[in-house]
């Protein structure tokens, strides 16, 4: 490719609203231009890094034995009403209406269409086990699209369903996949982490991420640097203490904390450690009738170490509070506690509630927890003695730096990450709801086990640029990098020599099947190097009337801060070694 025939359009300033550092390389690379919140164009130079991508995927999904179809973006909603996630997947699921006044949706991902084609297609178990996967648009209306397509409403993704007779079959198709993941990620030459993980609302039970590791990723993932332990941070278990629980060496005081509502300032006041004190969140159920009206609630009390922070997750697994929660209304609060949140505790309680103890807080001993009553705290506080058993003894908070880990084999790091892939075992959730069925070999029918399998298409490339760049620019892995080489020749359009040299280079290099391109703008050379150094090329040849006289020219990886002499006739035999060709 020749630039002149190419859209090269850099520009020097990043938009205001670009917060992380993929946002604005991309758009200062005019690799995406937003047409509008969360909505971008992929430019030619950015359509390119994300066409390498697809290959890299397609080529190793059709290895895993993966069959690729496309499914309509548009969907009829009758599909959705039938797994209730019409209702459920709430405002992110864009709806809209034909002239007929006919529900449809904008998909966000295909289980439901997919699983319309096995009901229809399977009928006998001598067709499975199967995997169909396509490479399409999706739009999910986010709250709050932010940082460029890290997390935009319309994006790309791949997205792949299994089909097997038995869960036992289905586990086979999902290490398959896991493994199929592990090469494509080994490939885009990123550093990643297939964590354990929750599976959310898709649902199902086995369930990985891959996490390219990247500072300001968004998910924290969890790991052990002396075991293959890893996960993310709504799965990682905090372990039971082995610890018996001291026997109380306090009294039961009611302490004056005038103005102290947090953890941290009743700590610093009474000058012990956060992890002595006792926080109290207030959560509540809602009772609904055949109807689905409220007809009454239940209000939780939730206890945690003062310095660790609830894990929602969790928490959204515990028998009662697996239907669904909420935060107490301050009302609510109020008629049970008869105090305002910041003073909250398990004593002196004006209604019962159920009370739910993380594991650390069932040990402590003397701890401090809020007296529900506004400027004053409980001090020497202790089971048993002071309040009874916890009636349910639970893990619900976020591991935490040092804690040990879940396999035993040493103690847990936190890093951070950004997702870019997920496998699920999804188990028959959506085949018993629309029905989904084959025959076994008994002629009887059976529900199909399903998994499914995502890669984030577009968002990649942006996870590539926040794990691989610096204040020059974009740095690109060479299997997703626009272009591996570029020939920068200096004052081509006033040199024959110049325009000789790097047009046979450029010839040798596409002969020899480079992805070269051939910077024939006639730019200056500070501004034709910094556009390639902004854009991330990795290889670079510099081609000069000075160089040529010495016979030389000169070569710069990306990552290199000075340029290297190489002879000029063996410039192409230079560069295919580097390429490793």
């Known amino acids: 490719m020749k630039a002149s025939r190419f859209f090269v359009s850099t520009l020097k300033e990043a938009p205001a609203d670009a917060e992380v550092a993929s946002h604005r390389l991309m758009t200062r690379a005019g690799m995406i231009k937003k047409l509008g919140t969360g909505i971008y164009t992929y430019m030619p130079m950015g359509l390119r890094v994300i066409r390498k991508v697809e290959a890299i995927v397609r080529e190793e999904m059709d290895r895993a034995g993966a069959v690729e179809l496309t499914m309509p973006v548009v969907q009829p909603a009758e599909l959705w009403q039938e797994t209730g996630r019409f209702e459920k997947m709430g405002p992110e699921l864009l709806r809209i209406q034909d002239r007929h006044e006919r529900d449809f949706v904008i998909q966000p991902t295909s289980e439901e269409v997919v699983t319309d084609i096995a009901r229809q297609e399977f009928r006998s178990y001598k067709q499975l086990p199967k995997n169909f996967y396509q490479i399409q648009t999706k739009f999910r209306d986010e709250r709050r699209p932010r940082f460029g397509l890290m997390r935009g409403r319309e994006f790309i993704m791949k997205d792949a369903y299994s089909f ?29 982490r297939a964590v354990a993980a929750d599976s959310g609302a898709i649902g199902g039970d086995l369930s990985e991420e891959f996490q390219v590791i990247a500072a300001t990723g968004e998910d924290a993932i969890v790991y052990c640097a002396d075991s293959d332990y890893a996960a993310n941070m709504e799965k990682a278990e905090a372990l039971a203490p082995t610890a018996a629980r001291p026997a109380p060496a306090k009294a039961l005081e009611k302490t004056p904390t005038p103005g102290k509502s947090t953890c941290a300032d009743v700590a610093e006041l009474l000058g012990m450690p956060l992890s002595s004190t006792v926080k109290s969140l207030v959560l509540a159920t809602d009772k609904l009738d055949a109807k689905g009206e409220i007809v009454g609630s ?5 206890l945690l170490r003062g310095d660790h922070d609830m894990n929602e997750i969790k928490v959204s697994k515990l028998p009662g509070l697996d239907q669904g929660f909420r935060f107490a209304t301050t009302a609510e609060i109020d008629d049970h506690f008869g105090c305002k949140p910041g003073y909250l505790g398990p004593l002196n309680l004006k209604k019962p509630v159920k009370l739910v103890a993380d594991r650390e807080v069932a040990v402590m001993a003397d701890w401090t927890t809020g007296a529900n009553e506004v400027d004053f705290h409980m001090t020497g506080v202790n089971w048993s003695r002071d309040l009874p058993e916890p009636e349910l003894v639970a893990d619900i908070r976020n591991v935490v730096a040092g804690d040990l880990s879940p396999d035993g084999k040493g103690t847990l790091a936190i890093e951070r990450g950004i997702e870019v892939g997920h496998v699920f075992v999804l188990g028959t959730k959506y085949s018993k709801d629309m029905n989904a069925t084959f025959l076994d070999e008994g002629g009887k029918p059976q529900f199909l086990e399903m998994g499914c399998y995502g ?10 640029i926040e794990q691989n760049h610096d204040e020059r620019g974009i740095i690109w892995p060479e299997a997703i990098a626009p272009f591996v080489v570029v020939v920068c020749p200096i004052g081509m359009d006033r040199s024959a020599d110049v325009k000789t040299a790097a047009e046979a280079l450029y010839d040798q290099l596409k002969a020899a099947g480079v992805d070269v391109l051939l910077d024939d703008r006639g730019e200056r050379p500070g501004a034709m190097f910094a556009d390639w150094e902004l854009i991330g090329v990795p290889h670079r040849i510099v081609i000069s009337d000075r160089g040529l006289k010495e016979g030389q020219l000169e070569y710069q990886h990306r990552r290199d801060t000075e340029a290297t002499k190489v002879p000029a006739g063996a410039a192409a035999e230079f560069i295919l070694s580097r390429l490793g060709q």
């Open 164 to 192: 097997d007779r038995n869960l036992e079959g289905a586990k086979a198709s999902y290490q398959n996949m896991a493994q199929a993941y592990r090469r494509i990620f080994d490939r885009f030459g990123l550093t990643y």
């Open 298 to 302: 239940q209000v939780w009390l939730l």
């Open 455 to 464: 890669i984030g298409i577009t968002r990649l490339p942006a996870a590539a």
